[in-house]
Nanobody
Framework: QVHLVESGGGLVQAGGSLRLSCAIS????????VGWYRQAPGKQREPVAN??????TYADSVKGRFTISRDYDNNVVYLQMDTLKPEDTAVYLC?????????WGQGTQVTVSS
């Protein structure tokens, strides 16, 4: 079993930055894919960014503004979000895929005001 706990969300003005953290309950060396998703009110959950076997992938809407990284020593995954826009407002959820076993965190709210 893997537990994920997100933190770092909040209220920020458009153009600002936030860094989200996802603390994973055990070593992530056996978890090849970690990532971030988001879900806005009334919308489907969508992928934002992930790292799989060392390769990073981003949604087109966040390319050039968001950066995903992982700290293997401390079992943490980060999402640095810069130049935030009101349309980035959503609950952001951390995801870990351990070769088919998929785990989710509870999410952290990000609100971007115009």
């Amino acid at each position: 079993q893997v537990h994920l706990v997100e933190s770092g969300g909040g209220l920020v003005q458009a153009g600002g930055s936030l860094r989200l953290s996802c603390a994973i309950s055990r070593s992530t060396f056996s978890i090849p894919t970690v990532g971030w998703y988001r879900q806005a009110p009334g919308k489907q959950r969508e992928p934002v960014a992930n790292i799989s076997a060392g390769v990073t992938t981003y949604a087109d809407s966040v390319k050039g503004r968001f950066t995903i990284s992982r700290d293997y020593d401390n079992n943490v995954v980060y999402l640095q979000m810069d130049t935030l826009k009101p349309e980035d407002t959503a609950v952001y959820l951390c995801n870990a895929d351990e070769s088919g076993w998929v785990y989710w965190g509870q999410g952290t709210q990000v609100t971007v005001s115009s």
